[in-house]
């Protein structure tokens, strides 16, 4: 049942500029709808944004603007085709309650519609032959028209690969040792999970799984992915859907696509290209997602693997998706031409060794005494904390592997920037590098070294929760090119790592120190203001990052002239009293040193500048130099940044092997 707004949605009136289709006065009518019987009326309900506010019948009493319009999600008219369509009333400012409900929306390829909306059907299981023969055309596609994408070619092979044997499965597979050879392949990702493994490689066997590896012997996963290797491609399958590589990529539960609630069928017509057909809709939990948070989502080596592949070919619990270096595509979205927006990490391979780019993401810094780079290195900086930003909570079975696991993408940025690595840092870029925020949810290893307590390596953000809620680096939204645009208040005299392998910078850390000069005061220096605000667990949640300047515009810190903030805000590394320290902090002899500071791009003025502090916590002492261990991060307003005295400080790891 559909009510009279659902029943045939004019598309013409969606396009309709600063207004779109107008569907019912009030959220009050809505949900009478959908109380009513109203398929739509009740699917725009359930799919309700977290930024929208939890709506009640009720809600809107005293609030104006309750009319609520259909509009694209996206610039459909230049993207081809609608796919997703917002339910919001958009005439109430987002201060309060209001209704903002996402929906996809598809159509078959053979109903008239489908000249109006681009989104297409998932099929019922990953192993019907309408994925398998997507996925040939996304590749074929990839070969023959990705300028950006390397085409496939013999390269050197791994020191170890599985021979697949041939396609008629008259061979069975066995293990090759490359000893230099060129040739084309493909990899899998995919959890072991815990089960224990049916065959492995060792001293031992060495020699018989050279000669053969028995299909029968071998995980479920690895045997469906044999079976469907694409020839002539450099190819990631990535299997997001199992949590064990004995359920196998097509098993069961992987058949049958977790979708929330069934599509709703609804009319549609368009009077100016004189259409009249049939759209369905359904949920989207989140807008752009494309690659549903998995196990292997959560997997630290994954990462690497799945940025470092030419294409990957993603089964996920949802649908098929695909992504290379020029665009990101999936089952709802199947021949888009929308390029790798980023989410995905390729985009570093569009920006080349030689110092060509062939997009600008970044506006040039515009404050002369800022540490300014052009707009290449701005556009690499970005992706790199952006990396580590999604790598710093995946999880790692051995904590030594922290840094080798993402070694291989630290070495794609050095190889564009020429920048020094320093246990996760970069020694050209240590001011910015150095102000990464945990908000009280790591954990440092008691017994094994991973890095020095400046670098994020030395925390382990495994327990941090929904990366939604929490940003190591302040990259995002506004805070993106202010972060740019940090100017430093520090000296860095000295970056000391040493590695497990001389000569390699970006093999496991055995000791490592930092010697900044700069200015510093006493956590508690201020004794006429509030005590520091810490981001820490609320309510067994992680508080989303909080930064200053977006306080102070809230109007949440004010002096008493209601212009300048009065409070610090601190996060520390881990929650007080973890390691085994006072959580009293006034007792333990912190102080703040200066690193630098960021003032707000969109303030009508600069008394919004926020100084970055390091949070310190003194190990032991020296005539010429003292030496600490990092604890957290302070955000202190910049009128309190005036008078600090000077010092010289050892930051190291306590406890850890000395450099």
């Known amino acids: 049942m559909l009510c009279n707004f659902c029943a045939c949605i004019d598309i013409d009136q969606v396009y309709t500029e600063n207004k779109g289709y107008e ?12 109380d009513a019987g109203c398929e739509l009326c009740d699917l725009i309900r359930q799919s309700q944004g977290p930024y929208g506010g939890i709506l009640s019948r009720d809600f809107e009493q005293g609030l104006g603007h ?35 409900s996402l929906c996809f929306v598809f159509t078959t390829a053979d109903d008239p519609a489908a000249a109006l909306v681009r989104g297409r059907p998932l099929s019922d299981t990953c192993a019907s032959e309408a994925c398998f023969g997507l996925a040939t055309a996304w590749i074929q596609r990839c070969l023959r028209d990705h300028l950006t994408c390397p085409k496939a ?74 079976r469907y290797i694409y020839s002539k491609a450099i190819l990631n399958i990535a299997v997001e859907a199992s949590r064990d590589c004995n359920e196998g990529i097509f098993r069961q539960g992987n058949i049958k696509r977790q ?22 809709f359904r949920q989207r939990r989140i807008m752009g997602d494309r690659f549903t948070r998995g196990p292997l989502s959560n997997r630290a080596w994954v990462l ?6 030419a294409r990957v070919l993603r089964y996920s619990s949802e649908q098929l998706t695909w992504s290379c270096r020029s665009i990101e595509c999936d089952e ?6 929308n390029t790798n927006s980023g989410r995905g990490g390729k985009e570093i391979f569009n920006i080349s060794e030689a110092g060509e780019t062939r997009s600008t993401v970044i506006p040039r810094s515009v404050r002369s005494n800022a540490i300014e780079f052009p707009e290449r290195m701005a556009l690499l900086r970005r992706w790199w904390y952006k990396v580590v930003d999604d790598y710093s909570c995946r999880r790692i079975t051995y904590v030594n592997d922290r840094l080798p696991a993402i070694s291989g993408l630290a070495r794609e940025f050095h190889v564009r920037t020429g920048y020094q690595y320093k246990a996760g840092l970069w020694q050209e870029d240590m001011h910015r590098g150095l102000i990464w925020s945990a908000t009280g949810m790591g954990k440092r290893s008691s017994s094994e070294y991973i890095a020095p307590s400046w670098s994020w390596a030395s925390v382990d953000f495994t327990e941090c929760g929904e990366r939604s809620f929490r940003t190591l680096y302040p990259y995002k939204a506004s805070w993106e090119f202010s972060f740019s645009r940090l100017t430093a208040d520090a000296s860095i005299e000295q970056v000391c790592v040493r590695n497990a392998y001389d000569g390699d910078a970006f093999s496991q850390v055995t000791s490592g120190y930092l010697v900044i000069s700069g200015e510093w005061r006493a956590f508690d220096h201020w004794k006429d203001l509030p005590g520091p605000f810490f981001t820490q667990k609320f309510n067994g949640q992680y508080q989303r990052d909080l930064h200053l300047t977006e306080l102070i515009r809230q109007g949440i810190f004010l002096g008493k002239d209601e212009r300048s903030p009065t409070e610090i805000v601190c ?26 500071r960021i003032f707000d791009t969109y303030a009508s003025d600069n008394y919004l500048g ?26 202190i307003p910049d009128e309190l940044s005036e008078g600090w005295p000077t010092c010289r400080v050892k930051i190291i790891l306590k406890g850890g092997r000395r450099g």
Request: hydrophobic share 30%; charged share 20%; glycine share 6%.
């Open 571 to 596: 996060s520390l590394d881990c929650e007080p009293g973890s390691d085994n320290q006072n959580p009293d902090l006034s007792s333990r002899h912190i102080i703040y040193l200066k690193i630098g």
């Open 23 to 34: 569907h019912h006065r009030s959220y009050f009518d809505l949900d009478v709808s959908a």
């Open 304 to 309: 690497q693997e799945e940025i470092l592949s």
């Open 259 to 280: 979708l929330h609630l069934s599509p709703v069928k609804v009319e549609c017509c368009s009077s100016s290209r004189n259409i009249r057909g049939s759209m369905y």
């Open 610 to 635: 926020v100084l970055y502090a390091l949070m310190l916590e003194p190990t032991t002492g020296h005539a010429n130099i003292r030496e600490f261990k990092r604890i957290g991060i302070a955000q």
């Open 66 to 100: 309750n009319q609520i319009f259909c509009r694209p999600a996206i610039n459909h008219a230049k993207a081809g085709g609608l796919i997703c369509l917002f339910f919001a009333q958009y005439g109430r400012q987002r201060d309060y309650d209001r209704l903002e």
């Open 332 to 337: 709802e979205d199947p021949t888009t031409n």
């Open 153 to 226: 070619s013999s390269t050197n092979l791994p020191t170890r690969v599985i021979d697949v044997g041939s396609s008629s499965g008259d061979e069975e597979p066995f293990l090759f040792l490359s000893e230099g050879h060129r040739g084309e392949w493909v990899t899998l990702s995919h959890c072991w999970g815990t089960t224990t493994l049916p065959r492995q490689t060792t001293t031992q066997n060495l020699d018989q799984n050279r000669q053969k590896l028995p299909l029968s012997e071998l995980p479920l996963t690895f045997r469906d992915a044999m």
